[in-house]
């Protein structure tokens, strides 16, 4: 595709129930991440995909959180029992990767709203 | 942790003008190191990224880097309103996750006409 999508664009869930955010990633683009970036701040690191492969989870916040790339494509991220510190907007971002000069390209992102 | 320290702004700067935003990093041994801008309710876009020490220039934008200091920066000449955002400092992991990003809180910069 043109760019990395991100579905949905906004949700806004109670607390306790689980949502699943989607990110079709550029196509070829080896290396995905996601981010999780609260108002007023920078991104924070979630987690890192090479292909399938979950490489890096260390910035999972708690359990509930879990994420899945199982064909090395789309990915998935899922949050369990929502809480209200989850309200955030959640970026997903891809890069070739080939050289460490790669572009990360980021997604419009998913503004979610735990009530 | 790694920390990215920004001057958190807002930044105001009339039109025409150079806008300077800066970026403090902690982790002395960071090689990479990049330039966001976000608008508002938007995602980031890379910019610039540098390496090496000294300038780097693209069209009007020149990114600083003095690696002795921890220290970067980004110059934007002949600001326009269209520049108004919030720019993201950015460093790069060293450790075995290539392409992590550490990001400052941003500093939110507006161009008045």
């Known amino acids: 595709g043109a760019g990395v999508s991100q579905s949905p664009r906004y949700k806004v869930a109670k607390r306790g129930q689980d949502v699943a955010l989607r990110c079709d990633p550029i196509?070829?683009?080896?290396?995905l991440f996601w981010y999780q970036q609260a108002l007023g701040q920078g991104p924070e690191f979630l987690t890192y995909?090479?292909?399938?492969?979950?490489?890096?989870k260390s910035g999972l916040p708690s359990d509930r959180f879990f994420a899945e790339r199982p064909e090395g494509s789309v990915s998935t991220l899922k949050i369990q029992r929502t809480q209200q510190e989850d309200s955030a907007v959640y970026l997903c971002?891809?890069?070739?990767?080939?050289?460490?000069?790669?572009?990360?390209?980021f997604g419009p992102g998913t503004r979610l709203t735990v009530l | 942790q790694k920390e990215v320290e920004q001057n958190s702004g807002p930044l105001s700067v009339p039109e025409g003008a150079i806008a300077s935003l800066n970026c403090t990093y902690s982790d002395r041994g960071s090689q990479s190191f990049f330039w966001y801008r976000q608008y508002s309710g938007k995602s980031p876009e890379l910019i610039m990224f540098i390496y090496s020490n000294g300038d780097k220039e693209d069209g009007r934008f020149t990114a600083q880097l003095n690696k002795a200091s921890q220290y970067v920066s980004l110059l934007i000449r002949d600001s326009q309103p269209s520049d108004s955002a919030t720019y993201l400092c950015?460093?790069?992991?060293?450790?075995?996750?290539?392409?992590?990003?550490?990001f400052g809180r941003g500093t939110q910069l507006t161009v008045w006409p």
């Open positions: 971002a891809s890069s070739l990767r080939l050289t460490n000069t790669d572009t990360q390209y």
């Open positions: 995909f090479q292909n399938e492969a979950q490489l890096d």
């Open positions: 950015a460093v790069e992991d060293r450790g075995s996750t290539l392409g992590r990003l550490y």
């Open positions: 196509s070829g683009h080896v290396s």
